[in-house]
C-alpha cells in the first residue's frame, strides 16, 4: 500500500525492491564497480563498503517458483525463502555479483554455499562466516577471526587493501545510514504514519540493492520530505508489529493494511532488527567493534541461544515506543528457530496482555489467501469490531 | 536363536530403555540438562547426572504411546513441521513432565531444531533461576576451532564448580579419559571386524554400543568397556570362522545415511536383513573416527574434547559441517564396508541432509553407486510407514539389480 505521498525518492526505492538488477547497481556496474552479494544481516555490510565493494543482500523478490532450487533442496522440508533466493541464484538473477559471502545463521543457509559451489551458477569468490550461537568475549573473538580471514580474502581475491581507517570510514557511513533509517522509523511512532509499512520495506530494501552513499543521500532528502508532511486525519486503527525472519517483500503487510491493521513497526531480518545500536567508530580495532557489535550487542537471532531475552526486550521496548496494540509472529514453514522464539514469545505477550498471532507461511505471496482471512479476524478481535 | 551377540544386545537395551525422563530419580548428584551432547566425560569425572533432553524426546517417539506423544507436541505450538523428537521433547517440558535441574548447559549441537529446544529449556519460565551456561560449537574443523571449543568446554567446568560448589577431580577426569579411550578403541575394533564379507554380527550393535558408551547410566564406567570387550572377542571369533549374522544370507550390503531412528532397526531394516539378506552396515550414529584423548596436559585434554566434539561424534560430524565431509564419509563407508547402496532416509526434520541431496544423488551416481532417497520420519512411523519404506528399498534393490 502506498501513502499517497508523492517523493521522487519514494519511487526510486518503491522500483529498487521491486526487482533484483536495477539502474544504480547498473551504474555502479558501468563505472567498472565491483558488487558483493551476501546472506544475513549478520554479514557485516562495513567490511564491503570499506574495500570499495557494494554490497547488496540477498533476497527473492518477484520470486514464482523455487524449481530448479527444488533439485537441490528437499522442497517440504526447507524454508522457501532460502529456496526461492538461491533459485534466483540459479536462474542467472545474480550474475552480477563479483562474489558472495554466506552468513550461516541456520542449517538451510548454510548449504547455499555448498550448493551453489556444485553448481553451473558457481562463481570464483564464495565464502562462508558463522555467526556465533552464544554470546560472550570468547564467541566476539572468534567472530572477529573469522571476519579478519574474510577481510583478507576479499584483499587477496579483488586485490585490494583494507586498512583500518576505511574500516572507521564505513562503520561511520553506515551507523548515519542506520540513525537515519531509525529517524524514518521513528515517525511511525505517531497517531497517522506519514509512511506505510510497504514504503517502510522498500526503503530497507533499497538500502541492501544500491551504493552506500547514494542511498544515504537519498535518506536524508526522504527524511527532511517526510518532516514536513502534514498527513490528513485518518479512521482509528489498529497499530500493529510484525516480527520474525526475513521479509523482504509488501504483500503481508499490504494485507494487514488493507484489513484495517497499520504496521507501526517490526522485528525482522530485512527490517527493524538492523537498526540496532550502533558500532563503535573509534575503536584501534575495527573489526573487533563490528564483532562485539553483532555479537555482544546485537544478537538478535533466535540462532544464538543467548537471543531470547534480548529479542523479548526490544519486542516489549518497542511495543510501548510505538503504542503497539497487537504483534504479528510470522515465520516460514521450517523455521525452527524462529518457531521456538515465536513460541516463547506468545506465551510472554500472553502475560503481558499482548496479543499476537502467529503465522507460518510460504515465501510466495499465493500462499497469503488463508493468512488474509486470519489477520482480518485478528485485527477485528483486538479492535471490537469498531473498524 | 540366543547367542553372545543376543545376549549383548538386551543388556545394552536395557540399560538404554532404562532411561528415564526424569533422571533426577535416578541421580544422587547434581543434575545437569542439555539440548543435546555434551562432552559426557565431563560431568561422569565432576560425578553429576547429565540427560539430554533431545534423547528423552527422541525415546518417547519409541514408545507405544508414541503417536499421541508426538500429537501432544504439535499442540503445544512449538511449530508445524519441526522434528518429532523435539516436539515430544517440547510436550514434556511444557507438560511439566521434566524436573527442575541443577543446572542447563546448551548448545547448537547438532542441528536447529536441537538448538530450538535450547531456546525453549533457556526460556522456560519456571526454570527462570536455574543456572545456564551456553556454548557455540563452530561449524569448521581444524586446530583453531579444537581450541575454541576445548576452551568453552573448560569454561563449563568453572561453571558447574560455581553453581554445585564442588571441585573438578582432574585426576579423576583423567581416569574417565583413559576409560573413554579404551572403549573408543573397542568402538574402532568392532568397526573394522563389522567390514568383513559377510557381515560376522548385527550391525546394530555398532549403534547400541555407542549409545551404551554415550548415554546411558553405565557410559564410560569399566561395565560398558566389559561389554565391549566381549563384542569384539566374539566378533573376532565369528571373523575366523566365516560365519555371518545368524540366519541371514547377506546378499545386499548398505549404508543408511541418517539415524535409525526409533522405528526402523526393529522392523524396516530388520525384515529387509532376514527377508532379502540386505543388511545395514552402518548409520549416522554407529560411524567410528574417535582418536585418543591427549593426556598430556590439561590444555591438550581439552583441546582433543573439542575435537571429539565436533568431528568424531557421529551426529555432529554429519550435521554441522560441510556437504564435503559428508560425502567424503559416504564415499570412505562405501568403500570400507564393500557397501552395494546408499539409502538417504532425508528425515524430514534434519535441515542438514535435506540440503544436500542433490550433491549426495551427484555423487552416487559419479561413482556408480546407487542411492535412494525416501523422505521419511525416523521417529514417526505414520508419515511413512515401515510396509512403504519396505517396498520402496525392495523394489529399489530389485531395479538396481542388487537382488
Given at each position: 500500500m502506498r501513502s499517497g505521498l508523492k517523493s521522487d525518492i519514494f519511487e526510486k526505492f518503491a522500483a529498487l525492491a521491486g526487482s533484483i538488477s536495477n539502474s544504480e547497481l547498473e551504474g555502479w556496474k558501468q563505472q567498472g564497480g565491483k558488487v558483493i552479494g551476501y546472506t544475513c544481516s549478520f554479514v557485516p555490510e562495513e567490511l564491503f563498503v570499506a574495500a570499495g565493494l557494494m554490497p547488496f543482500r540477498i533476497r527473492a523478490t518477484g520470486s514464482l517458483s523455487a524449481g530448479r532450487a527444488d533439485d537441490y533442496f528437499e522442497a517440504a522440508n526447507i524454508c522457501s525463502l532460502v529456496r526461492h533466493c538461491f533459485n534466483k541464484i540459479l536462474t542467472g538473477e545474480y550474475e552480477f555479483i563479483d562474489g558472495c559471502v554466506i552468513g550461516g545463521g541456520c542449517d538451510a543457509n548454510r548449504h547455499i554455499l555448498d550448493n551453489w559451489e556444485k553448481s553451473e551458477a558457481r562463481i570464483p569468490f564464495l565464502h562462508r562466516i558463522f555467526f556465533p550461537h552464544s554470546s560472550g568475549i570468547l564467541m566476539a573473538q572468534n567472530f572477529r577471526n573469522q571476519l579478519e580471514n574474510l577481510k583478507q580474502l576479499l584483499e587477496e581475491h579483488f586485490g585490494l587493501k583494507i586498512t583500518d581507517d576505511k574500516l572507521r570510514d564505513a562503520i561511520v557511513l553506515c551507523n548515519e545510514i542506520r540513525d537515519l533509517q531509525k529517524a524514518i522509523y521513528a515517525l511511525r511512532k505517531v497517531d497517522n504514519p506519514p509512511i506505510t509499512a510497504s514504503e517502510t520495506i522498500a526503503l530497507v530494501v533499497a538500502g541492501y540493492s544500491m551504493p552506500k552513499e547514494a542511498y544515504k543521500a537519498d535518506l536524508t532528502q526522504l527524511l527532511e520530505e517526510l518532516r514536513c508532511v502534514t498527513v490528513p486525519e485518518n479512521k482509528k486503527t489498529v497499530r500493529l508489529m510484525v516480527v520474525g525472519p526475513g521479509h523482504d517483500e509488501p504483500t503481508l503487510c499490504d494485507i494487514i493494511e488493507t484489513m484495517g491493521g497499520t504496521v507501526v513497526t517490526d522485528l525482522t531480518c530485512y527490517g527493524g532488527k538492523t537498526l540496532f545500536g550502533s558500532v563503535r567508530e573509534a575503536d584501534p580495532d575495527p573489526l573487533q567493534a563490528l564483532a562485539d557489535y553483532q555479537v555482544i550487542d546485537r544478537p538478535l537471532c533466535p540462532k544464538n541461544l543467548d537471543a531470547h531475552p534480548i529479542i523479548n526486550r526490544e519486542v516489549m521496548d518497542k511495543i510501548k515506543e510505538y503504542r503497539v496494540d497487537g504483534i504479528i509472529g510470522q515465520s516460514y514453514l521450517c523455521c525452527e528457530t524462529w518457531g521456538g522464539e515465536l513460541f516463547l514469545l506468545q506465551k510472554e505477550l500472553k502475560e503481558a496482555g499482548i496479543p499476537m498471532l502467529r503465522i507460518e507461511r510460504e515465501y510466495t505471496s499465493d500462499s497469503l489467501g488463508q493468512v488474509q482471512t486470519r489477520v482480518q479476524a485478528f485485527i477485528e478481535t483486538i479492535s471490537g469490531g469498531l473498524l | 536363536m540366543i547367542n553372545i551377540f543376543s545376549q549383548l544386545m538386551m543388556e545394552a537395551n536395557k540399560s538404554l530403555y532404562g532411561l528415564t525422563i526424569d533422571p533426577q530419580n535416578a541421580s544422587k548428584g547434581p543434575v545437569v540438562l542439555g539440548n543435546g551432547d555434551f562432552f559426557i566425560e565431563i560431568p561422569v569425572a565432576f560425578g553429576c547426572a547429565f540427560s539430554d533432553l533431545t534423547l528423552t524426546g527422541a525415546n518417547g517417539t519409541a514408545l507405544p504411546t508414541a503417536a499421541e506423544l508426538i500429537d501432544k507436541g504439535i499442540e503445544t505450538g512449538v511449530g508445524s513441521r519441526m522434528c518429532n523428537a523435539i516436539k515430544v521433547a517440547s510436550y514434556y517440558l511444557e507438560a511439566g513432565l521434566i524436573s527442575k535441574p541443577d543446572m542447563i548447559i546448551t548448545s547448537n549441537s547438532c542441528c536447529d531444531s536441537m538448538t530450538t529446544?535450547?531456546?525453549?529449556?533457556?526460556?522456560?519460565?519456571?526454570?527462570?533461576?536455574?543456572?545456564?551456561?551456553?556454548?557455540?560449537?563452530?561449524?569448521?574443523?581444524?586446530?583453531?576451532?579444537?581450541?575454541?571449543?576445548?576452551?568453552?568446554?573448560?569454561?563449563?567446568?568453572?561453571?558447574?564448580?560455581?553453581?554445585?560448589?564442588?571441585?573438578?577431580?582432574?585426576?579423576?577426569?583423567?581416569?574417565?579419559?583413559?576409560?573413554?579411550?579404551?572403549?573408543?578403541?573397542?568402538?574402532?575394533?568392532?568397526?573394522?571386524?563389522?567390514?568383513?564379507?559377510?557381515?560376522?554380527?548385527?550391525?546394530?550393535?555398532?549403534?547400541?554400543?555407542?549409545?551404551?558408551?554415550?548415554?546411558?547410566?553405565?557410559?564410560?564406567?569399566?561395565?560398558?568397556?566389559?561389554?565391549?570387550?566381549?563384542?569384539?572377542?566374539?566378533?573376532?571369533?565369528?571373523?575366523?570362522?566365516?560365519?555371518?549374522i545368524d540366519g541371514v544370507n547377506e546378499k545386499v550390503r548398505f549404508l543408511w545415511q541418517d539415524l535409525a531412528g526409533s522405528w526402523a532397526s526393529g522392523t524396516v531394516l530388520a525384515r529387509l536383513q532376514k527377508e532379502l539378506g540386505a543388511v545395514c552396515l552402518m548409520d549416522y550414529v554407529s560411524y567410528a573416527t574417535w582418536t585418543p584423548i591427549d593426556l598430556s596436559s590439561e590444555e591438550t585434554m581439552f583441546t582433543s574434547f573439542g575435537k571429539r566434539f565436533l568431528l568424531e561424534d557421529a551426529m555432529n560430524r554429519q550435521a554441522l559441517h560441510t556437504a564435503d565431509l559428508f560425502c567424503n564419509d559416504i564415499l570412505q563407508i562405501v568403500k570400507e564396508f564393500k557397501c552395494d547402496a546408499v539409502i538417504m532416509p532425508a528425515h524430514i526434520g534434519h535441515r542438514d541432509t535435506n540440503s544436500r541431496m542433490k550433491i549426495v544423488r551427484d555423487l552416487c551416481r559419479e561413482h556408480g553407486i546407487p542411492c535412494l532417497v525416501l523422505g521419511m520420519d525416523i521417529w514417526d512411523k505414520r508419515y511413512m510407514t515401515p510396509e512403504v519404506v519396505f517396498d520402496r528399498m525392495k523394489t529399489f534393490f530389485e531395479v538396481s539389480g542388487l537382488i
Open positions: - | 529446544l535450547g531456546i525453549l529449556m533457556n526460556g522456560y519460565k519456571p526454570w527462570a533461576d536455574v543456572p545456564k551456561f551456553t556454548m557455540d560449537a563452530p561449524h569448521s574443523f581444524d586446530e583453531e576451532s579444537y581450541l575454541y571449543f576445548g576452551h568453552q568446554l573448560r569454561n563449563a567446568v568453572t561453571f558447574m564448580e560455581t553453581v554445585t560448589g564442588r571441585k573438578m577431580g582432574w585426576d579423576r577426569l583423567r581416569e574417565v579419559c583413559v576409560e573413554s579411550n579404551k572403549q573408543r578403541q573397542l568402538l574402532l575394533e568392532f568397526q573394522e571386524l563389522k567390514k568383513a564379507v559377510p557381515c560376522p554380527t548385527e550391525p546394530d550393535l555398532a549403534r547400541q554400543g555407542t549409545e551404551y558408551t554415550t548415554w546411558t547410566s553405565d557410559r564410560v564406567t569399566p561395565t560398558v568397556t566389559a561389554w565391549l570387550e566381549q563384542l569384539v572377542t566374539a566378533t573376532e571369533q565369528r571373523v575366523k570362522e566365516g560365519k555371518g
